[in-house]
């Protein structure tokens, strides 16, 4: 198995510790958020290839520039307050309460966080 392989799957075991330091920038910023590991982590089918996806559900509207946003200022205070490493494999999915109601009609589980 090469480095990189070994190096991947060293971030990926360790997704619900990046998952909870989203939680936490998250809900410093959204006091009334809701987060979720989703998709092939939180149905135990991790690859390589993986990355961890994270559903943010706020409980206002934004557009899409602002989701925009607040996505990188959750992604930079994780990384700057709570220690989640630079190039941990997260992608997280900003979504409102209505947007989200599809993300959990189509998972196979999802495991909330916090």
């Known amino acids: 198995m090469s480095s ?10 360790r997704w619900r510790e990046y998952a909870e330091k ?3 920038a998250t809900q410093d910023l959204e006091p009334n ?19 961890i996806d994270i559903l943010v559900v706020i409980k206002r509207k934004l557009n899409d520039k602002e989701k925009k946003k607040l996505r990188e ?3 930079l205070r994780a990384i700057d307050l709570y220690n ?25 589980k999802v495991i909330k966080v916090l």
């Not at 990189?4 to 075991?13: E, G, M, P, T």
């Not at 630079?86 to 209505?98: G, S, W, Y």
């Open 4 to 13: 990189w392989v070994k190096f991947r799957f060293s971030h990926l075991r």
């Open 84 to 108: 989640l490493p630079f190039d941990a494999p997260v992608e997280i999915h900003l979504k409102d309460e209505d947007e989200a109601k599809r993300f959990f009609e189509l998972s196979k």
């Open 73 to 75: 200022i959750i992604l």
């Open 33 to 51: 958020s809701e987060v979720y590991v989703i998709g092939g982590v939180a149905e135990d089918r991790i690859t390589v290839l993986s990355d």
């Open 22 to 24: 989203i939680a936490k």
